[in-house]
């Protein structure tokens, strides 16, 4: 409770002003109390330049410059929550992965008109040491020698798994494992369906009906397109690169986009950039359509915002497994079956939700053609979300070479 009480205030000072120091040369205050934020943050993590973090320092100088530094992570979601009625505050991860809120006694000391401080430390994750200098009013925190305790997958390097149709089953780059009392009807009954794991997995996922470019791909395709390489390093970055879109190039994933820790044997927490998940959120929203039928998307938005929102700064949890020289990292079924069975079957059973789907897609070439199955398809979709009791989803990668 005290940790949000902090966050709250920390994040409302740091969002609604910028607070140089409250002392300096030309008053006689010994308290220095200050948040720095955006231009007035500075950030290194082993090197390299961070963004998206909030900083509150306060030393006594009186008392040696002892005092408290808090490293945290909080932006204004004021855009977002203006129609959903949720915070306008929104906690991504801290500095460190797997410590939203970073707080450490320092020592600072003034030489000339900067004060300096130097510190090491370790937190339950992670070792570290820290070099801090105050500039004015700008604060700059080089965190060097961040170092995984638990490094299981440091040094491991993916790609997307390559295609694989067998006689009983098809696996690609994207992992599904979708347990259902109902099946998927696709024109000849549910009860001759097909299970939502060999639906899923053997057809959707394996079809070739998204348009990109000139051509059309499968989402196996698009995401071993896209995704070139994804490496584990042992400071808890996950970096590589992958396709930009706008300029068909390939690009570094940056530092301090994705980090993780290792928390048991199979398990992972994902970090991820939360202003990166807000620019991609806003602009999805943007694009919303000239479709002529209309979804109440409001409870899947506000279940999102309750369910995995917090999850930036706490982590997203991830399993991972390894079969026949192939790595599954995906979300588990604790997290995406209350998903299932509450909102996108809420979704899914609205009367609007087949037309809408089928009017999203008449434009996809070779669609027409298929009608007859995927529209059987898409409306006994809310009775294999229903009957579902398992749902894990996420990449399956091998070694890159």
């Known amino acids: 409770m005290k940790k949000k009480i902090f966050l709250f205030v920390a994040a409302a000072m740091s969002i609604l002003s910028v607070t140089s120091c409250k002392s300096d040369d030309n008053d006689n205050s010994e308290i220095v109390d200050a948040s720095f934020v955006n231009e007035t943050l500075q950030v290194t993590y082993n090197g390299v330049p961070v963004i998206g973090k909030n900083a509150h320092l306060h030393f006594d100088k009186a008392q040696g410059g002892e005092g408290t530094l808090n490293v945290y992570s909080a932006i204004d979601m004021s855009a977002v929550a203006a129609d959903n009625q949720t915070s306008s505050v929104l906690y991504g991860p801290g500095v460190l992965p797997g410590t939203p809120v970073l707080t450490i006694p320092v020592n600072v000391v003034k030489e000339g008109d900067n004060f300096y401080f130097a510190t090491s430390g370790s937190t339950e994750y992670v070792d570290y040491e820290l070099d801090g200098e105050i500039n004015g009013s700008v604060l700059s925190l080089d965190f060097s020698n961040v170092s995984l305790k638990n490094k299981v997958l440091a040094g491991k390097s993916y790609k997307p798994a390559p295609l694989d149709v067998g006689y009983t089953a098809v696996t690609g780059s994207v992992y599904v494992n979708w347990e259902s009392t109902a099946k998927f009807d696709i024109g000849f009954g549910a009860e001759n369906g097909f299970p939502a794991q060999t639906f899923i997995a053997s057809l959707v996922l394996n079809s070739a009906f998204i348009p990109m470019g000139d051509t059309q791909m499968s989402v196996y395709d698009i995401v071993s397109a896209l995704l070139k390489n994804a490496a584990f390093t042992a400071d808890g970055n996950i970096t590589g690169t992958y396709v930009d879109m706008a300029t068909n190039q390939e690009t570094a994933i ?62 997203i949890p991830v399993e991972y497994k390894v079969e026949n020289g192939m790595t599954s990292f995906y979300l588990p079924s604790s997290i995406l079956l209350p998903l299932a069975k509450g909102p996108l079957y809420d979704l899914t059973s609205d009367p609007n939700f087949v037309p809408f789907v089928l009017d999203s897609m008449k434009d996809m070439e070779g669609m027409a053609d298929m009608l ?30």
């Open 254 to 315: 940056p530092v301090g986009i994705a980090q993780y820790v290792a928390v048991s044997g199979n398990e992972i927490k994902l970090f991820l950039n939360p202003e990166m998940i807000i620019a991609s959120a806003m602009g999805a929203r943007s694009e919303s359509g000239d479709q002529s039928y209309e979804l109440d998307t409001t409870p899947l938005l506000a279940y999102a915002m309750e369910t995995f929102l917090p999850m930036l700064s706490e982590g």
């Open 372 to 401: 007859g199955m995927i529209r059987p398809a898409i409306a006994s979709l809310s009775s294999v979300l229903e009957g579902t009791t398992l749902l894990e989803l996420g990449l399956n990668l091998v070694d890159a070479e």
